[in-house]
């Protein structure tokens, strides 16, 4: 069965950092552009960062410089670094995967979701 699956999302205070992960199974991600996405509330899911396998990498500027993406090739998983966080940072968190080695914008580009892990910044 082909799968993404995300876990470390929490309740953070501004300001604070959180890691978020993403594991596959099923396939390799090295062949896969990886995105994540966030879901605020009462908003459109939106990219936040995405990772080629090639190493090429994309982000949003709400983001850039204070989140960052990392793979672990062996463990087939990437993972998001979240620095510095912010309450409008909140939402759920999305990664997905895409059999490109583009750095595809759109949700609809995107063929394996996870299920998503809330994060919320408040204090």
């Known amino acids: 069965q082909l799968q993404l699956v995300e876990s470390g999302g929490g309740v953070v205070q501004p300001g604070e950092s959180l890691t978020l992960s993403c594991a596959a199974s099923g396939f390799t991600l090295d062949y896969y552009s990886v995105g994540w996405f966030r879901q605020g509330p009462g908003k459109e899911r939106e990219v936040v960062l995405v990772?080629?396998?090639?190493?090429?990498?994309l982000s949003d500027d709400f983001v850039r410089g204070r989140f960052a993406i990392s793979r672990d090739n062996v463990k087939n998983t990437v993972y998001l670094r979240m620095t510095s966080l912010k309450p409008g940072d909140t939402g759920v968190y999305y990664c997905?995967?895409?059999?490109?080695?583009?750095?595809?914008?759109?949700?609809?580009?995107?063929?394996?979701w996870g299920q998503g892990t809330q994060v919320t910044v408040s204090s």
């Open positions: 990772s080629a396998g090639n190493g090429n990498l």
């Open positions: 997905a995967a895409a059999k490109t080695s583009g750095l595809p914008v759109g949700p609809e580009l995107y063929e394996y």
